[in-house]
């Protein structure tokens, strides 16, 4: 019979991560831009105090225990007291993207059964939008002092956060409770059908919180400097707001500025080593520092998802400008990351493109995580970095089902990702195209990701997309749309030209279509259904 | 009411740490010497497929779960197979310490209820003494080959572990329960009374290993290789072979031979990057470095505790061969790592010696422990560095209550360390003393710890320790013992004038005793008790 251990019982919870940086490292700074443009400077410790009142505050407006609070805002500082305060007091902190369409807005708002909104002033004109058609919220907090905080018309309950949170005591006893209980809410972007609710635990996001801070992932430290630029409405931008004060490491919020100018002038001044964000902003960051011919002086190391990170940029990040490069792959449905890669040390005697190359994969899973890849009857593929199939999870910060789901998305226990993947033997995950952009062609997929990726490669483009279109003999068949960089002047035969020398001859696209830009959806991510809709007709 | 969350519900079995780093690091080499000599090397992948061996072996031997599992051993690949195939089948790993006295070894044999003990050949005359008094254990398995298996008079049932496991299959379906439940099992070395045995969960053993790969502990990375000199049979090696496999890193394992030279061989001929043991065997390996004029080609950092490392040694490691240490505290009672000390960015304009006097200090508590520091009317007192009070802990991997204990060891919920010791307002938690070590005097304290440190800042003493003997005016005063160094001339009045230069006036001992050497226990720690008993008589 097995037999008890006699440890502590004591619940994963999140509020004892921002008592753990209050108590260890109150002294280590989180910085944060305004809305309205200045920076904020302050403290773990003082942070602990504010999400405390934070905490009295929402006890003040009547809330209790499993109530959904929602946010529409970005990574700053009150943004973080609330990740802190809601979850902290045993309420829900549901983080709502203010990319979605408004009625999917008032959808999610609706379905979470939201309480309160906090709200960044950004977004007053979406709340005036929306106020109407959410009853249940009983108060719209602006994330700033009064000064700052806008009138909305029609809008009757706008409060300031600052007046709200200010005379409340910042003595909080943060109630203990099962570790399992929910502590954050995010849905998807539903490009088809309505947002489905992701309901995190504070087990999950601590334990995924604490893989976050490993060397083989983020490697957050006392010495180190974290700038999120993935989004705190998002997946809980990789649960680096949980990760850092984990880790005792100094935070920087950059707020609404994500232009290349303000990132670079956050990293510098404030000595940032980690920063995290998707490929765009990247690009957007170097393309300032090229301009104006800038160096880092403290970046060590960018983590980059959300979509893949062309080669050619990771080399100019490793190469050029001396930052290490993390590709890490997570969902809503995974809580934050599951798979990061870095380099083996026996990296050390390869050539930078053969670095880069594996850096252009999405990695190993961090320890909590399993992945499989398995074929359309479900059966497991080998590891050996050519077999493609479903990329399928397992593990702590994994969701089982959707909030209010009827029937659970897991198959065997494992969670469908929708990605198309392979592993290679040494457990490298590279993700090849989702399940429904991929294309089948006389029994062989195309990799529409791999086939962009190779189109971007082009120095006369600025974005590429790839979908299947129907074809009376190979069943699919590529179509190419392409976004020209300013004053480039390429032609359909020159790329087509272009990719032969890249990928397999069978893989060259059929048509090309110039466009003047992409359909971009809510989390950033090209729609291809958009382009389906207009384009996907038959190929003759 | 509290909403529940919607995440996978898996427990953190340590059979998940040895299958994660089999299928994400199934190429990270494990590198042994064996108990005879040679160095042994397989991967973690290999690894993994022995572990699961053993495991059929132990069901073939007709144990289950909830049994427990012996080890007086080395730190080698078989005991690390041992401490995966035990602890995953549901069964305890008990860690026995070779360097208790045979009757104490006898006493946690039977009190755990061992029914097989796996040994290395070096302890066979230990076994020889032990096995009739151990009726319970129905095998002695020894960590060789049958080659190396030596016969022991008067005990039949020798095993060889290879033989044992070689015939098995390395498939094994690692049973799913309670991560509460039982893994392993270490009793403290028991100075006064019979050990005490800590029943540790997988639990709180997963949860310090995932802490103790952050970058403010060990810090262990897929480009490291860590060498834990800490023995596996005491406080689990500081949990280091199940972090290194959580982290993707090499793991090498001494076996016996802790020698200057050994240690220092190993660490150059495996590229071993971090270390971690007690003090003595750091002062051993630098004095053969010094001996041979060597230096280090790829150590980077080490962690030391078990007592305290003085600012001399620390001082050597760092401005002489460029090695970080990090200061930690433990005990038996906390599974593993408690508190660990690290420099704060602002640290890089600090002088050499400010840097050494803060890591010669034990450093913050790891994220899943807190501390605070009580008098002794149980009052928490103020975190500034000077109040001095008995050291409490509470977290996810401290002990609840003895195993077979009679009653909880907790103040409310907190477990009393018996240390004296300071935390600063950074949070920075500094040992001072036993509490039965410490010096009362005049109504004050004083820590034998410091002054202790103090004395073997003389060139002239190898070894130093400091009891507080009963004087009829002061309550007690402090009695020096000293070992000189070779060849050193060292007598009373010089070190005490010496002493006067480093401590307060009224802490200067009362008198010195000069010895040939210290008594030792089987931690390796001076006995106090046992120089109390032949010294502690009255001050006149």
Redesign the interface.
């Known amino acids: 019979?097995?037999?008890?251990?006699?440890?502590?019982?004591?619940p994963?919870l999140l509020s004892s991560?921002i008592e753990?940086a209050a108590?260890?490292?109150?002294?280590v700074e989180v910085v944060s831009r305004e809305t309205h443009g200045p920076l904020f400077r302050y403290t773990y410790a003082q942070c602990a105090a504010r999400a405390r009142k934070l905490a009295n505050a929402l006890s003040g407006l009547g809330l209790?225990?499993?109530d959904a609070v929602g946010s529409i805002a970005w990574n700053n500082h009150r943004h973080l007291e609330a990740y802190y305060a809601v979850s902290g007091s045993?309420m829900?902190m549901h983080t709502c993207n203010p990319r979605l369409q408004a009625q999917q807005l008032i959808y999610i708002i609706n379905h979470a059964e939201d309480r309160v909104i906090l709200f960044d002033a950004t977004f007053a004109p979406l709340v005036k939008g929306i106020a109407a058609h959410c009853p249940n919220v009983r108060a719209w907090v602006c994330l700033a002092d009064a000064g700052n905080t806008p009138t909305i018309d029609g809008v009757a309950n706008v409060l300031s956060y600052d007046e709200l949170v200010e005379p409340c005591s910042e003595v909080f006893a943060w109630p203990q409770?099962?570790e399992?209980?929910?502590?954050a809410l995010c849905y998807t972007s539903g490009t088809t059908g309505n947002p489905k609710g992701?309901?995190?635990?504070?087990?999950?996001i601590v334990?995924n919180a604490?893989?976050g801070?490993?060397?083989?992932l983020l490697?957050?430290?006392?010495?180190?400097a974290i700038l999120p630029v993935v989004p705190m409405f998002h997946i809980n931008a990789w649960c680096i707001p949980y990760a850092a004060p984990?880790?005792?490491t100094?935070l920087v919020l950059p707020g609404p500025k994500l232009d290349g100018q303000s990132i670079y002038e956050l990293m510098e001044s404030e000595?940032v080593t980690i920063s995290a964000g998707v490929p765009t902003i990247w690009q957007g960051l170097l393309a300032y520092m090229e301009q104006h011919g800038l160096r880092f002086s403290t970046m060590r190391r960018t983590g980059v998802g959300g979509s893949a990170m062309p080669q050619a940029l990771i080399a100019k990040f490793m190469d050029v400008y001396g930052v290490d490069v993390r590709h890490g792959w997570g969902m809503t449905e995974t809580?934050a990351i599951g798979t990061m890669g870095?380099?083996?040390?026996q990296s050390k005697t390869w050539t930078s493109e053969k670095k880069q190359a594996l850096l252009a994969k999405q990695g190993?899973?961090a320890?909590g995580v399993?992945i499989k890849v398995v074929n359309e009857a479900g059966d497991t593929l080998p590891r050996d970095g050519s077999s493609q199939g479903e990329l399928m999870v397992?593990?702590?910060?994994?969701?089982?089902?959707?909030?209010k789901g009827e029937k659970s998305p897991?198959i065997d226990?494992w969670?469908p990702t929708g990605d198309i993947a392979t592993i290679a033997?040494?457990?490298t995950m590279q993700i090849r195209d989702r399940t429904k952009d991929v294309i089948k062609t006389g029994g062989e997929w195309i990799s529409s990701i791999d086939l962009e990726s190779a189109a971007v490669g082009h120095p006369g483009v600025a974005m590429a997309a790839v979908i299947g279109v129907k074809h009376p003999k190979w069943d699919e068949r590529p179509l190419l749309f392409i976004v020209r960089k300013p004053g480039a002047t390429l032609e359909k035969e020159e790329i087509l030209k272009f990719l032969e020398t890249k990928v397999a001859k069978w893989w060259v696209p059929d048509d090309v279509v110039f466009l003047e830009s992409l359909p971009v959806g809510g989390t950033g991510k090209v729609q291809k259904g958009d382009l389906r809709k207009q384009y996907g007709g038959v190929f003759s």
């Open positions: 019979m097995l037999q008890p251990g006699l440890m502590m019982n004591l994963l991560v753990h108590a260890q490292y109150g002294e209790v225990a499993g045993g829900v409770f099962d399992n209980t929910a502590a992701a309901m995190y635990s504070h087990r999950a334990l604490m893989s801070c490993m060397p083989g490697s957050l430290s006392p010495s180190d984990i880790g005792g100094k000595g809580t870095i380099l083996p040390p190993r899973s320890f399993e397992r593990g702590h910060w994994i969701i089982a089902s959707y909030y897991l226990g969670f033997p040494d457990g």
